[in-house]
């Protein structure tokens, strides 16, 4: 699987941005995504995730405030966020798994979010 994200960039407190991942070269059947996010010095968390039967789950810390979503025809995962905080600000990655794997294996080169 490649993805390729993209949609990051500055925004001042209580704006929107939408991030976009689009994926390729994948074969599994049942492909499960997430956005992840870190800041130096601290390690990746997980910000929401979306599986193959479209069931979302999020981090406490955007319940909301952020959406994700997927467009099928695109092959393009979505990270709707409203409301940003500074404390929001990270580099954000989009990452896939075979849904019957447990951990992520495929990663994209991530795309930058300051919120000021």
């Known amino acids: 699987v490649q993805l390729v994200e993209s949609g990051g960039g500055s925004v001042q407190h209580g704006g929107s941005l939408r991030l976009s991942c689009s994926a390729s070269m994948f074969t599994y059947s049942r492909l499960c995504m997430a956005w992840f996010r870190q800041t130096p010095g601290k390690e990746r968390e997980v910000v929401a995730s979306l599986d193959s039967a479209g069931t979302t789950e999020y981090a406490d810390s955007v319940k909301g405030r952020f959406t994700i979503s997927k467009d099928p025809t695109k092959s393009t995962l979505y990270l709707q966020m409203n409301s940003l905080k500074p404390e929001d600000t990270a580099m954000y990655y989009c990452?896939?798994?075979?849904?019957?794997?447990?951990?992520?294996?495929?990663w994209g080169q991530g795309t930058q979010v300051t919120v000021s």
């Open positions: 990452a896939a798994r075979a849904c019957y794997r447990r951990d992520f294996d495929a």
